[in-house]
T-cell receptor
Framework: NAGVTQTPKFQVLKTGQSMTLQCAQD?????MSWYRQDPGMGLRLIHY???????DQGEVPNGYNVSRSTTEDFPLRLLSAAPSQTSVYFC?????????????FGNGTRLTVT | GIQVEQSPPDLILQEGANSTLRCNFS?????LQWFHQNPWGQLINLFY???GTKQNGRLSATTVATERYSLLYISSSQTTDSGVYFC?????????FGAGTTVTVRA
């Protein structure tokens, strides 16, 4: 198993540009989520999905869209990038949200918006 | 969301020392996990422990759910234990993270 795969690893955008961060998992996990990590603030939940066709907002959803058309993929879209979205983005998945379902993380995407 | 406080914020250890990291949370939870972020930025799941005690090698964790805290113990620390340790909790689908404890183990 490759686990959780994120692409790209690094990205530089100009203000106003759009892009999609890709996330795929091959573990047949129901639950997938996106976090951003900023210095000194831990990880904050952007959006999550409990299964194909179902998504919901986390703590900091503004400026981001998601969709979940398949169990494997959970892309994160930035519609109009802003400097405040400079961050490291992590995708994570778990088998369910129930008991004994540890969260597995991808290796992250470092995004810089100038 | 649930508030998560981790202490201490920073910890410097000599190789071979033992340490305890603490995680306090503001509400009842049914999901508590500990993670290690290594110096390369990778996040590794250490424990899924909403209650009780677990051990994995030199690491162990205890969660006292009724008192809303969890402890992570590192014994005989090694330089490879360096990094940031995060506690994350949830009582719904939204896992909330603490700000982390940065551990530096010196040879």
């Amino acid at each position: 198993n490759a686990g959780v795969t994120q692409t790209p690893k690094f990205q530089v955008l100009k203000t106003g540009q759009s892009m999609t961060l890709q996330c795929a998992q091959d573990m047949n996990h129901e639950y997938m989520s996106w976090y951003r990590q900023d210095p000194g603030m831990g990880l904050r939940l952007i959006h999550y999905s409990v299964g194909a066709g179902i998504t919901d907002q986390g703590e900091v959803p503004n400026g981001y869209n998601v969709s979940r058309s398949t169990t494997e993929d959970f892309p994160l879209r930035l519609l109009s990038a802003a400097p405040s979205q400079t961050s490291v983005y992590f995708c994570a998945s778990s088998y369910t949200t129930g008991a004994n379902s540890p969260l597995h993380f991808g290796n992250g995407t470092r995004l810089t918006v100038t | 969301g649930i508030q998560v406080e981790q202490s201490p914020p920073d910890l410097i250890l000599q190789e071979g020392a033992n340490s305890t990291l603490r995680c306090n949370f503001s509400d009842s939870v049914n999901n508590l996990q500990w993670f290690h972020q290594n110096p390369w930025g990778q996040l590794i799941n250490l424990f899924y422990i909403p209650s009780g005690t677990k051990q994995n090698g030199r690491l162990s964790a205890t969660t006292v759910a009724t008192e809303r805290y969890s402890l992570l113990y590192i014994s005989s620390s090694q330089t490879t234990d360096s990094g940031v340790y995060f506690c994350a909790v949830s009582n719904d689908y939204k896992l909330s993270f603490g700000a982390g404890t940065t551990v530096t183990v010196r040879a």
